[in-house]
T-cell receptor
Framework: DTGVSQDPRHKITKRGQNVTFRCDPI?????LYWYRQTLGQGPEFLTY????????KSRLLSDRFSAERPKGSFSTLEIQRTEQGDSAMYLC???????????FGDGTRLSIL | GENVEQHPSTLSVQEGDSAVIKCTYS??????FPWYKQELGKRPQLIID?????GEKKDQRIAVTLNKTAKHFSLHITETQPEDSAVYFC?????????????FGQGTILTVHP
Protein backbone atom coordinates (compact mmCIF):
# COMPACT_ATOMS: atom_id res chain seq x y z
CA ASP A 1 0.00 0.00 0.00
CA THR A 2 1.62 3.25 -1.11
CA GLY A 3 -0.94 5.59 0.43
CA VAL A 4 -0.64 7.73 3.54
CA SER A 5 -0.39 5.57 6.65
CA GLN A 6 -1.00 6.58 10.24
CA ASP A 7 -0.24 4.83 13.48
CA PRO A 8 -1.88 3.99 15.79
CA ARG A 9 -5.44 3.79 14.45
CA HIS A 10 -6.90 4.22 17.91
CA LYS A 11 -5.50 5.64 21.12
CA ILE A 12 -7.24 5.64 24.47
CA THR A 13 -5.55 7.48 27.28
CA LYS A 14 -6.25 9.15 30.58
CA ARG A 15 -6.50 12.88 30.90
CA GLY A 16 -3.12 14.42 31.59
CA GLN A 17 -1.09 11.82 29.73
CA ASN A 18 1.09 12.52 26.70
CA VAL A 19 0.40 10.89 23.34
CA THR A 20 2.31 10.72 20.07
CA PHE A 21 0.99 9.89 16.62
CA ARG A 22 2.94 9.01 13.51
CA CYS A 23 2.24 9.73 9.85
CA ASP A 24 4.03 8.26 6.84
CA PRO A 25 3.18 10.24 3.70
CA ILE A 26 3.23 9.06 0.12
CA UNK A 27 6.93 8.71 -0.60
CA UNK A 28 7.45 11.44 -3.21
CA UNK A 29 5.21 14.00 -1.50
CA UNK A 30 7.11 16.92 0.00
CA UNK A 31 4.12 18.48 1.76
CA LEU A 32 2.55 16.97 4.84
CA TYR A 33 -0.49 18.30 6.67
CA TRP A 34 -2.14 17.56 10.00
CA TYR A 35 -5.87 18.10 10.46
CA ARG A 36 -8.27 17.40 13.31
CA GLN A 37 -11.83 16.20 12.75
CA THR A 38 -14.57 16.01 15.35
CA LEU A 39 -17.86 14.19 14.88
CA GLY A 40 -20.11 15.83 12.33
CA GLN A 41 -17.54 18.39 11.24
CA GLY A 42 -15.10 18.80 8.40
CA PRO A 43 -11.36 18.47 8.99
CA GLU A 44 -9.71 21.53 10.57
CA PHE A 45 -6.17 22.50 9.63
CA LEU A 46 -3.57 22.20 12.40
CA THR A 47 -0.15 22.52 10.81
CA TYR A 48 1.84 21.69 7.71
CA UNK A 49 5.37 20.93 6.58
CA UNK A 50 7.26 21.40 3.38
CA UNK A 51 10.01 18.82 3.58
CA UNK A 52 11.34 19.16 7.15
CA UNK A 53 10.28 22.79 7.64
CA UNK A 54 7.12 23.51 9.60
CA UNK A 55 5.71 26.48 7.76
CA UNK A 56 2.43 27.24 9.49
CA LYS A 57 0.59 26.42 12.68
CA SER A 58 -3.09 27.04 13.28
CA ARG A 59 -4.29 28.98 16.30
CA LEU A 60 -6.04 25.72 17.19
CA LEU A 61 -2.62 24.30 18.00
CA SER A 62 -1.99 25.20 21.62
CA ASP A 63 1.41 25.05 23.28
CA ARG A 64 0.60 21.47 24.32
CA PHE A 65 0.80 20.38 20.68
CA SER A 66 4.04 19.89 18.82
CA ALA A 67 4.77 18.39 15.43
CA GLU A 68 7.99 17.36 13.76
CA ARG A 69 9.16 16.02 10.45
CA PRO A 70 12.86 15.55 11.16
CA LYS A 71 14.05 14.09 7.87
CA GLY A 72 11.36 15.34 5.60
CA SER A 73 9.71 11.94 5.47
CA PHE A 74 7.49 10.75 8.32
CA SER A 75 5.99 13.15 10.83
CA THR A 76 4.95 12.92 14.47
CA LEU A 77 2.30 14.87 16.33
CA GLU A 78 2.60 14.98 20.11
CA ILE A 79 -0.01 16.19 22.55
CA GLN A 80 1.16 16.83 26.09
CA ARG A 81 -1.09 16.85 29.16
CA THR A 82 -4.12 15.70 27.19
CA GLU A 83 -7.52 17.23 27.92
CA GLN A 84 -11.06 16.01 27.26
CA GLY A 85 -11.37 18.48 24.40
CA ASP A 86 -8.49 16.79 22.58
CA SER A 87 -10.71 13.82 21.78
CA ALA A 88 -10.98 13.75 17.99
CA MET A 89 -9.78 12.07 14.83
CA TYR A 90 -6.32 13.30 13.86
CA LEU A 91 -5.82 13.10 10.12
CA CYS A 92 -2.62 13.37 8.13
CA UNK A 93 -2.50 14.26 4.45
CA UNK A 94 0.28 14.68 1.93
CA UNK A 95 0.64 16.32 -1.46
CA UNK A 96 3.22 16.97 -4.17
CA UNK A 97 3.06 20.72 -3.69
CA UNK A 98 0.94 23.82 -3.37
CA UNK A 99 -2.64 23.38 -4.49
CA UNK A 100 -1.99 19.80 -5.48
CA UNK A 101 -4.41 17.07 -4.43
CA UNK A 102 -4.09 16.17 -0.77
CA UNK A 103 -4.41 12.49 0.03
CA PHE A 104 -5.48 11.53 3.52
CA GLY A 105 -4.58 8.68 5.80
CA ASP A 106 -7.10 6.70 7.84
CA GLY A 107 -6.44 8.86 10.88
CA THR A 108 -5.76 8.23 14.54
CA ARG A 109 -8.82 8.34 16.76
CA LEU A 110 -7.94 9.74 20.18
CA SER A 111 -10.22 9.13 23.14
CA ILE A 112 -9.52 10.80 26.48
CA LEU A 113 -10.94 9.07 29.53
CA GLY B 1 -8.70 33.61 6.33
CA GLU B 2 -10.86 31.56 4.03
CA ASN B 3 -14.48 30.84 4.98
CA VAL B 4 -16.33 28.00 3.25
CA GLU B 5 -20.08 27.50 3.56
CA GLN B 6 -21.70 24.27 2.35
CA HIS B 7 -25.37 23.48 1.68
CA PRO B 8 -27.44 21.49 2.25
CA SER B 9 -26.33 19.75 5.43
CA THR B 10 -28.38 16.67 4.54
CA LEU B 11 -29.67 15.44 1.18
CA SER B 12 -31.90 12.47 0.55
CA VAL B 13 -32.55 11.21 -2.98
CA GLN B 14 -33.93 8.16 -4.72
CA GLU B 15 -31.59 5.91 -6.60
CA GLY B 16 -31.16 7.21 -10.14
CA ASP B 17 -31.90 10.82 -9.24
CA SER B 18 -29.33 13.61 -9.37
CA ALA B 19 -27.78 15.28 -6.33
CA VAL B 20 -26.31 18.77 -6.13
CA ILE B 21 -24.24 20.19 -3.29
CA LYS B 22 -23.16 23.82 -3.27
CA CYS B 23 -20.32 25.65 -1.57
CA THR B 24 -19.46 29.31 -1.32
CA TYR B 25 -16.05 30.69 -0.41
CA SER B 26 -14.88 34.07 0.79
CA UNK B 27 -11.38 34.56 -0.61
CA UNK B 28 -11.57 35.68 -4.22
CA UNK B 29 -7.94 34.69 -4.72
CA UNK B 30 -8.61 31.01 -3.99
CA UNK B 31 -7.70 28.95 -7.04
CA UNK B 32 -8.18 25.27 -6.23
CA PHE B 33 -11.38 23.54 -5.12
CA PRO B 34 -11.45 19.84 -4.20
CA TRP B 35 -14.35 17.64 -3.17
CA TYR B 36 -13.96 14.76 -0.74
CA LYS B 37 -16.19 11.78 0.02
CA GLN B 38 -16.01 10.28 3.50
CA GLU B 39 -17.73 7.04 4.37
CA LEU B 40 -18.37 6.22 8.01
CA GLY B 41 -15.13 5.49 9.83
CA LYS B 42 -13.01 5.95 6.72
CA ARG B 43 -10.58 8.53 5.39
CA PRO B 44 -11.71 11.51 3.30
CA GLN B 45 -11.25 10.45 -0.31
CA LEU B 46 -10.65 12.97 -3.08
CA ILE B 47 -13.28 12.43 -5.76
CA ILE B 48 -12.85 15.45 -8.03
CA ASP B 49 -11.21 18.87 -8.02
CA UNK B 50 -11.25 21.97 -10.18
CA UNK B 51 -8.90 24.89 -10.70
CA UNK B 52 -9.92 28.49 -11.15
CA UNK B 53 -9.02 28.61 -14.84
CA UNK B 54 -11.73 26.05 -15.62
CA GLY B 55 -15.50 26.47 -15.32
CA GLU B 56 -16.50 22.81 -15.30
CA LYS B 57 -14.92 19.41 -14.91
CA LYS B 58 -16.54 16.02 -15.34
CA ASP B 59 -15.56 12.49 -14.37
CA GLN B 60 -18.16 9.88 -15.29
CA ARG B 61 -21.20 10.52 -13.05
CA ILE B 62 -19.51 13.32 -11.09
CA ALA B 63 -19.06 16.91 -12.19
CA VAL B 64 -17.97 20.12 -10.53
CA THR B 65 -18.85 23.63 -11.70
CA LEU B 66 -17.16 26.83 -10.62
CA ASN B 67 -18.49 30.39 -10.70
CA LYS B 68 -15.61 32.67 -9.75
CA THR B 69 -17.67 35.83 -9.97
CA ALA B 70 -20.20 34.57 -7.46
CA LYS B 71 -17.52 32.67 -5.52
CA HIS B 72 -19.32 29.38 -5.45
CA PHE B 73 -18.73 25.86 -6.73
CA SER B 74 -21.01 22.87 -6.89
CA LEU B 75 -20.79 19.10 -6.97
CA HIS B 76 -23.20 17.28 -9.26
CA ILE B 77 -23.78 13.55 -9.03
CA THR B 78 -25.99 12.00 -11.70
CA GLU B 79 -27.68 8.59 -11.69
CA THR B 80 -27.05 8.22 -7.97
CA GLN B 81 -26.47 4.77 -6.52
CA PRO B 82 -26.75 3.53 -2.92
CA GLU B 83 -22.94 3.35 -2.71
CA ASP B 84 -22.85 7.12 -3.23
CA SER B 85 -24.26 7.47 0.29
CA ALA B 86 -21.61 9.21 2.38
CA VAL B 87 -20.61 12.60 3.75
CA TYR B 88 -19.29 14.98 1.11
CA PHE B 89 -16.98 17.88 1.92
CA CYS B 90 -15.94 20.79 -0.23
CA UNK B 91 -12.73 22.67 0.51
CA UNK B 92 -10.71 25.66 -0.59
CA UNK B 93 -7.25 27.00 0.22
CA UNK B 94 -6.70 30.64 1.10
CA UNK B 95 -5.64 32.60 -1.93
CA UNK B 96 -2.61 34.78 -2.27
CA UNK B 97 -0.36 32.34 -0.38
CA UNK B 98 1.55 29.23 -1.30
CA UNK B 99 0.50 27.27 1.74
CA UNK B 100 -2.13 24.98 0.28
CA UNK B 101 -3.86 24.34 3.58
CA UNK B 102 -7.52 23.58 3.08
CA UNK B 103 -10.56 25.07 4.76
CA PHE B 104 -13.41 22.56 4.65
CA GLY B 105 -17.13 23.06 4.49
CA GLN B 106 -19.39 21.63 7.16
CA GLY B 107 -20.25 18.56 5.12
CA THR B 108 -23.35 17.17 3.42
CA ILE B 109 -24.77 13.81 4.44
CA LEU B 110 -26.04 12.24 1.22
CA THR B 111 -28.43 9.31 1.49
CA VAL B 112 -29.42 7.44 -1.66
CA HIS B 113 -32.48 5.25 -1.17
CA PRO B 114 -32.73 2.09 -3.30
Amino acid sequence: DTGVSQDPRHKITKRGQNVTFRCDPISEHNRLYWYRQTLGQGPEFLTYFQNEAQLEKSRLLSDRFSAERPKGSFSTLEIQRTEQGDSAMYLCASSLGTDQPQHFGDGTRLSIL
Amino acid sequence: GENVEQHPSTLSVQEGDSAVIKCTYSDSASNYFPWYKQELGKRPQLIIDIRSNVGEKKDQRIAVTLNKTAKHFSLHITETQPEDSAVYFCAAPPGGTSYGKLTFGQGTILTVHP
